[in-house]
C-alpha cells in the first residue's frame, strides 16, 4: 500500500498532494486529520511548505514521530516561493531515523500550482 500525507495552510501543498495521490489511485489525507499512519507503507510520499524559513512544527513533528517499521520509503514533495529547504530538512530527520527517502523529489512554485497538476500525477506514477 502507498500513501499521502501533507501539511497545508493555505491549500497549495494539498492540492500538489491530492494530484500525487490521484496518480497512484489513493486518498491524499492531512497530518492534521491523521497524525499518524494506521497501516504499514511501502511508498510515503510527504509534503509541506516553509512559512518564514521554516516549516510548520506540525509537520516537523510529524517527520519525527514517524514510525521506521511502518514505512518502505519516503517520497518528498513542496511547495514555495523561492525555498526547497522543507524537502531538504525533511530528509535530514528521516534519514536521521533511519528512514530511506528517495534523492528525487516533486517541487511546485506556490504561482504555478494548478500548471503542476499532471506533473505531479506522474511524479505519483513514476514513485511507486
Ligand atoms: C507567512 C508566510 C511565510 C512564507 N515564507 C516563505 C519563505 O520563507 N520561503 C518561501 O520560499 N516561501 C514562503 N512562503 C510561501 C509559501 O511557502 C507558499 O505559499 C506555499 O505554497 C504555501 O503552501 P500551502 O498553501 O500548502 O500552505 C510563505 C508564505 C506565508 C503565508
Known amino acids: ?18 494530484a500525487i495521490a490521484e496518480g497512484i489511485n489513493v486518498k491524499a489525507v492531512s497530518i492534521t486529520d491523521e497524525p499518524a499512519l494506521k497501516e504499514d507503507v511501502d511508498v510515503l510520499f510527504l509534503g509541506g511548505a516553509p512559512y518564514a524559513n521554516i516549516m510548520a512544527p506540525e509537520l516537523k513533528q510529524y517527520a519525527e514521530n514517524l514510525d521506521k517499521t511502518k514505512v518502505k520509503k519516503v517520497v518528498l514533495f513542496t511547495t514555495s516561493n523561492w525555498s526547497r529547504r522543507t524537502v531538504l530538512t525533511l530528509k535530514k530527520i528521516l534519514q536521521k531515523k533511519g528512514i530511506t ?8 512554485h506556490m504561482l504555478h500550482i494548478k500548471g ?7 511524479f505519483g506514477q513514476k514513485h511507486i
Do not use: H, L, Q
Not at 1 to 18: D, L, P
Not at 101 to 108: H, L
Open 1 to 18: 500500500m502507498n500513501a499521502v500525507r501533507y501539511f497545508s495552510k493555505s491549500g497549495n501543498t494539498k492540492t500538489i498532494a491530492e
Open 101 to 108: 527517502v528517495a534523492e528525487d523529489y516533486f517541487y511546485a
Open 116 to 122: 503542476r497538476i499532471e506533473a505531479a500525477k506522474a
